[in-house]
């Protein structure tokens, strides 16, 4: 005789990894993409700080504190007209 409880149970084990496989999991890697990415920004974005200061300490020392920040502002707003002309 055929074990019909054990083959349901096996069915329904089946269409429930197969339903899980579907979402759960999808949901579950597009958070830690998500997370993952936004981890990357956060560091990318300090980085980026940390070396603006590096670059305003160096030039301090040969120049005044207002001549490194008028080098460093000029130095944006150069970056910032260039970005906006590529725009554009």
Known sequence: MEDYPAKFAELLEQVAT?????????VARGIRLTGLGILAVTLGFTSMLFLLFA????????LTTAGAFAL?????????TYLWMKKT
Request: charged content about 20%.
């Open 55 to 62: 670059i305003f300490g160096a030039l301090e020392i040969p």
């Open 72 to 80: 460093i502002g000029a130095l944006l707003v150069g970056v910032g």
């Open 18 to 26: 197969k339903i899980r496989s579907v979402t759960v999991d999808r």
